[in-house]
């Protein structure tokens, strides 16, 4: 389906609309509309299609590295609280680590490509390797990415994408909607790094209320060593 000029105003004013009445404690978000000619439409694009291609090394070069170590703590703090030493060897293993001193010491491009290796389970033989491959080039073949609209925000520091994709898989056309949001590398100015935690609800205390603990501090309570078997 193609968008009429008309379709795509009303969904950057939408998306306008959203961040610039966000309000917190009386201050006011201000969002603006960017032209589709910013840097960040063509790195999305890029991204979708190294996803598609299952190109996870150089996706992870796109993610802000803050973004990466922090889904890493959380996976080690889900990990550390399996209830049997089976249940953590099983989640280390789909991440390809031996132990939890292994995937303490990934980097965040090694961790990334990890965690997404672990979603895509690898061919048993020739015959299934043969059709992941034609399923993966047909994905390839037939994937549309249209960028429907671009906020910017905190001075043009950080900009949210709305993006329609669409691709063919076996039988089917799959059509999705996406919020990607990027922000700029602060020691260079020329680059954008796509930030997945900034689609998370932010937390501030209220006034008089305790300041909650810096992020990291809080651990998922882990089960005794001795109750794992």
């Known amino acids: 389906m193609r968008h009429t000029p008309s379709f795509l105003g009303g969904i950057r004013f ?11 404690q009386g201050t006011c978000v201000r969002a603006e509309n960017l032209p589709l000619t910013h840097p960040t439409v063509e790195l999305v694009k890029k991204y979708f299609e190294l996803v598609v291609d299952q190109d996870w090394k150089t996706a992870a070069k796109m993610i802000r590295p803050a973004s990466i170590e922090r889904k890493k703590r959380e ?3 889900i990990i550390k609280s399996a209830p ?11 991440l390809g ?9 990934m980097t965040a491009e090694e961790f990334y490509v990890a965690d997404r290796q672990s979603f895509h389970n690898p061919a048993r033989n020739d015959d299934e390797k043969e059709r992941q491959k034609k399923v ?3 994905k390839k073949s037939s994937l549309k990415i249209e960028v429907l ?28 909607l996406f919020f990607i949001s990027f922000i700029q590398d602060e020691a260079d100015a020329t680059k954008w790094l796509i930030a997945p935690d900034m689609q998370r ?13 810096p992020e990291g501090d809080a651990k998922a309570p882990a089960a005794p060593q001795s109750d794992k078997k």
Do not use: C, F, W, Y
């Open 149 to 176: 609209g671009v906020i910017g925000e905190q001075g043009g520091k950080v900009a949210h994408l709305a993006v329609r994709t669409s691709q063919d898989v076996i039988d089917q056309r799959i059509n999705e």
């Open 136 to 138: 993966q080039d047909q």
């Open 14 to 24: 939408l998306l306008a609309a959203t961040l610039i009445v966000a309000t917190s």
């Open 75 to 77: 996976t080690l703090a």
């Open 97 to 105: 680590a031996k132990d939890i001193k292994s995937l303490e010491s």
């Open 201 to 213: 609800p932010v937390t501030e205390p209220l006034s008089g209320a305790a300041a909650p603990a």
């Open 84 to 94: 049997t030493m089976s249940e953590e060897a099983a989640m280390l293993g789909k």
